[in-house]
């Protein structure tokens, strides 16, 4: 018999992207039938255990992939089952009672026992269901997967400002200017990193989570990013404390064109600015990339049903805006009040950076020339 929360847990599964498969050792019309009363389409491929001991090779992979009902399926076809879909790739969860299931629950990923089963079956098992209810598990893949895609989230934003930050010091070093603060860095970290990771955490949303390895897609996503930041963050740094030295009224309050080391000292507070302001404003950008609120931004995430990321970062941005422009804050952060043409100068490389990530992730190119030999490659 049925039990009546059977078909909402299929369906919670299903709506979770769940793959289902039903293996048992009873006749395969019997459990095909009872499938269908469950929530199973009644076009659900069916396969035998007869069948599949006549097949090797391809053939029993393309049964395995294709069959969602399996009848007269022995212990030893259980286990073969879940290895085939382990080496395609899939994570595989198995659910089991008896006996006869110890050796497939010990090959998948994640075993699963019921209460009511026998004492091999739960010793091998991962979780155990506590008065065989299996209508917690839907919301327990929810929320696994929940965890995960503000995993990602976050793992994205920490990454991107961290390489950022330190190829940016690093590459300014070896030149010889520190571009830098730490009060300024803490801000570019509490505005970027800070306030959106703890919010993503919060409002991160269960759904199913993209295949492949996770580290090629944070790096998919970091290194154009961290590459074209840390470029156009120095041009900006570098040509902003060159442009102040040359011409020193363009700061917006000249200082003595006598006194050289006052020239470079506001040249230096106006260039560091300058690098802020751009850090703080691509590292929100890369928060509305990660939860795109529009299909245009939807270059490297799909597009996001959430408004609520898109809208904090336009008010940290407005933030940012009135600690700049507000006197006491401005200076506990040490940062110098930017002239029109400093603005100017940050919109321009905050654009190009906005042109040139959005292209590079749109047309994979870094991926592509690492196919063509190149070189560059996702980790």
Known sequence: ELRPDARGTLAGFQSAGVELKIISGD????????????????????????ELAQMSGPRFVEA?????????????????????????????????????????????????????????????????????????????????????????DILKLY??????????????????????????GSLVTMLSVGIPTILLAYWARPGVTAKGSLISRLFGFVLPSVLTSAVIALLLFYGTFLLLVVVPGLGGHPPDVGDTEMVIRVARAGAQTVLVSFLVVVGLLAVVFVQPPSKWWAVTSPLSPDRRPALLALALFVGFIAVSGS???????????????????????????LIVVRVVWRYRLLERLGEGGCGVVYV
């Open 27 to 50: 006749n395969p019309d019997t459990i095909a039938a009872l499938a269908q009363r469950a929530g199973f389409s009644p076009d659900a491929h069916t396969v035998s255990g007869l």
């Open 64 to 152: 395995v992939l294709e069959g969602q009902v399996f009848g007269r399926i022995t212990p030893q076809q259980k286990e073969s089952i879940v290895q085939v879909l382990k080496d395609r790739g899939r994570y595989v969860a198995m659910i089991g009672d008896g006996v006869n299931d110890v050796l497939s629950l010990k090959r998948s990923h994640l075993a699963i026992a019921m209460q009511s089963g026998s004492q091999a079956t739960r010793a091998v098992a991962d979780i155990v269901l506590l008065n065989d209810n299996f209508s917690v598990l839907p919301h327990a893949v929810e929320e696994g997967q929940r965890i995960l895609n503000g995993m990602q």
């Open 159 to 184: 990454l991107n400002r961290i390489l950022t930050v330190g190829l940016v010091i690093v590459s300014a070093l070896v030149i010889g200017e520190f571009p830098i603060l730490l009060r300024q």
């Open 327 to 353: 006197l006491i804050p401005r200076r506990f952060f040490t940062l110098a009040r930017l002239a029109p043409l400093e603005i100017a100068l940050v919109a321009l490389g905050a654009l190009i950076w």
